[in-house]
């Protein structure tokens, strides 16, 4: 057998204005886990896509157990054994779990000796076979859609390991995973690289990377930086080579100053019982409120509820000591409040837009001549006021939004709203996919916002986030507040013990 | 960036505007065949089937562009002709619906006639935002609606006896006869189409919620109002349409402008306007419009029954539907 089991040799990919893969590389040896890295618009996911079949090379080769191969498309791909597990999960969520994970390969059987139908009871013993072999217990006939996101991303994973795949490419695996269910994936890796399958790990959390992974590439820029055997390396030189600048902090020196409470939410409770309930907090001014809590803590379900995205049927949001009744988010917009959504392709960005379009879709009353045409010169001026401020990269204000790396799209959205200059920001997973160099430039925004007096609130499930950028940490679990900490006091065994605090004896009625 | 003539750029243009080439391809071929095809009448008919069919195009380039659609928009037209027969029929007409009433200036009847479908595309617009009824099925039932009360109220006869200042409205002209009213009026209604889509905050919002409507609820942009207005002016452009039509061939029946949704859908995809939502230009629906007409009279020169006219048609409403996700998957 060959030394390498998949080699990608100096491949080229461009797009309009950009050009994603430079000449990049990548050898990968059965079985070991190979982390792939580099910030944002290094290439990753682009190359990933032209070994899953998805994009088409420009320039490159591709060798596969010593053979000069072709990959057209993702059916191909599968059937020569390589799976890929999305950083944006595309699941179906009407159907079951287990016609997700055999979708367009269902099992079949011969009715009656000739009609061909699909065979529920394998597919489904072959399910149950396969999450006990992944160490999930979910029912194979649950619908997908009633599973947490985190869960499903479990399923994608099951789906990539029942093909039986040689290669596995694992993209932001552990972004919705708690802390067990990452444990439960590093348990599965083991267990597949045993068998002898390469595992392509791409992650920014350095930590897990220098845990499980055997070889580390860096790539930056669309370029092939180096590879490196994980023992050899330390966070720093990862970032180093990320980047390629020394980063003194993860963190920007904070001088933000909280002042009065400006900001108030009380006795906040959804519509459905097992969501947020009975959520009572404030903001200062020029004060950064990180908010902690595991997966399913109902964080983001509470701070869509306040904006008017979600319902809630009891509780009051004050500003400035005066009530405001927000039921949507155009409400708590012309309140001065303003919300950056977790999930960016979904509630985010229009795609099909462009970078101005986007960024001034939520203003557009201050670029109006006589108060009806819009001044496309006012939007320039925003989308190049935005460009230079946040350091965005984009090919014009023109391009489409979607084309953007994911943290030049956070930037645009940013930029949204702050062209509206809300008292009150929400962010939830601002940093989310984000690469080292843009989460540093989107800390110093962060950090600037306080310090000009506004008052985030920071959704972050990343522990060093919270604690770098927090002058308070709220914590969340199952829907309650469980506590607050004081920024200079917070570590990580006092957040994840706020974090786990279930309730032990269910709730009498309310 | 590369060449921007290059091989490939052309070839990609091509793949995405293929029917545009090719029935351009066949006009060309067809005049030379033909010298009447290039001939001024021919052209000025173009022109004036163009110019109603681009303002109900108009219309549902609108809810095409929210991912919505207006399966309504031609019996809206015809109902909106019927009636404004009705109200223009000459003071002497033997067969006058309405024997004792004065003739009305036309721009009232104009006026009452746009109000009256304006009035119906909010119904459509309302129940799509608010009973979240499916644009496809809410305007499907429209359109039976609108059709059976337009049997109900013309009792199934055709109108005629039309004034004279009516019709003239058709076939009078500004400068050369060329230009006939009917084109002028289409062009200002393109002209206000592009603007409104362009450089106002309606139009933004009609694309940002085309292009994702979650995120532009987040955005603070009132996506029911914009459905309902969007709808609403629909209506009053197949309003505007239908009384265009009537006056344009001197008489009208239940069964005016039947069927001419598709042909507007189709002339607005040819045009680019994307089934996926948030795309689409003025300009874009008048090519589209234009290259759809031409079609019907290729075919017509080239001998084809009209009969079989329908076929090729929906043939290329298909193509045309097919060629613009092609775009999409394509990108990839």
Known sequence: MAEYRLEMRDVVKQFPGVKALDHAQLKLRPGTVHALMGENGAGKSTLMKCMFGIYKMDEGEIYYEGKKVEINDPLQALNMGIAMVHQELQPVPERSVAENIYIGRYPMKKLLGCIPVIDHEKMYADTERLLKKVRMNFNPKQRLGDLSVSQMQSVEIAKAVSADCKVLILDEPTSSLTANEVEALFRIIEDLKAEGVSIVYISHKMDEILRISDEVTIMRDGHYIGTWDAKDLTTDKIITQMVGRELSNLFPERHNVPGEVVFEVDDFTSINPRSFRHCTFNVRKGEILGVAGLVGAQRTELMEGIFGIRAHNAGTVKFKGEEIKISRPRDAIKHGIALLTEDRRATGIMGVLSVADNISIASLDQYLDMGIVINDKKIEQLVQDNVKKMNIKTPSSKTQIQSLSGGNMQKVLIGRWLANNPDVLILDEPTRGIDVGAKYEIYCIIEELARAGKSIIMISSEMSEIIGMSDRVMVMCDGRITGFIDGKDANQQNIMTLATQFETQPTAAD | ?332
């Open chain 2, 1 to 332: 960036m590369g060449k921007k003539f290059s091989v490939k750029s052309i070839g990609k243009w091509l793949s995405e505007n293929i029917i545009i080439v090719l029935i351009l391809l066949a006009s060309v071929f067809v005049s030379t065949q033909n010298k009447n095809f290039l001939s001024a009448n021919n052209i000025r008919n173009l022109l004036s089937n163009t110019a109603v069919r681009f303002i109900i195009a108009c219309g549902v380039s609108g809810c095409l562009i929210t991912k919505g659609t207006d399966l309504s928009a031609g019996r809206v037209a015809g109902l909106a002709a019927c009636l404004s027969g009705i109200l223009m029929q000459r003071a002497s007409y033997d067969q006058r619906f309405y024997p004792g009433m004065p003739e009305m200036p036309l721009f009232v009847v104009l006026l009452i006639v746009v109000a009256l479908c304006a009035l119906i595309g909010a119904v459509n617009g309302s129940v799509i935002a608010f009973l979240k009824v499916p644009p496809f099925i809410a305007t499907l039932g429209m359109q039976t609606l609108v059709y059976g009360a337009c049997l109900v109220y013309t009792g199934a006869i055709p109108i005629g006896g039309l004034r004279s200042d009516y019709t003239g409205l058709a076939t009078g002209y500004v400068g050369t006869r060329m230009l006939s009213n009917l084109t002028i009026i289409a062009i200002f209604i393109g002209l206000f189409m592009w603007f409104l889509y362009n450089k106002t905050r309606y139009g933004k919002y009609m694309y940002a919620i085309g292009g994702n409507e979650n995120a532009a609820e987040v955005a603070g942009i009132n996506v029911n109002k914009s459905k309902i207005l969007i709808y609403m002016l629909a209506g009053a452009l197949y309003g505007l349409t239908g009384f265009l039509v009537c006056a344009k061939s001197g008489g009208c029946s239940v069964n005016t402008a039947q069927g001419w949704e598709l042909e507007a859908i189709a002339g607005c995809t040819i045009g680019g306007v994307s089934v996926n939502g948030g795309v689409g230009t003025i300009p874009g629906i008048l090519v589209g419009v234009l290259v759809f007409e031409v079609l019907k009279i290729v075919l017509q020169f080239l001998g084809v029954e009209s009969s079989y006219t329908y076929i090729a048609q929906g043939l290329v409403i298909i193509i045309a539907v097919a060629l613009d996700l092609r775009k999409y998957l394509a990108k990839k």
